[in-house]
């Protein structure tokens, strides 16, 4: 058997196996719960290199364009400084 097709044949049988059990993981005969608390929501994170400051607004969350160059009495350019970055919301 050619290495593409076992790659293939593989695929298609971790896929059958997979799909059903993951519908029966969902259902439960479980009675909902009258009282307590339950946590869900999304959480979304952002993880970015700059390679110069930028403009953006809402403390980080929208880049709009990155500055434009602008020079210290040594000539230098003080806005090519770099950042990484990681948001979570």
Do not use: W
């Not at 293939?8 to 971790?14: A, D, E, G, P």
């Not at 009675?31 to 952002?46: E, H, L, N, Q």
């Not at 602008?70 to 230098?76: N, Q, V």
Request: hydrophobic content about 40%; some cysteine.
């Amino acid at each position: 058997m050619r290495p593409q097709k076992r790659t293939l044949v593989l695929t298609l049988v971790l896929a059958a196996i997979c799909l059903p059990a993951s519908r029966l993981a969902g259902q439960s005969d479980k009675p909902a719960a009258s009282f307590g608390i339950s946590f869900s929501g999304y959480v979304k994170t952002d993880i970015f290199y700059d390679s110069r400051r930028t403009v953006n607004i809402r403390e980080g969350h929208y880049l709009l364009f990155p500055k434009e160059p602008a020079l210290d009495p040594l000539s230098r350019d003080v806005n090519a400084k770099s950042s990484f970055n990681i948001l979570s919301i």
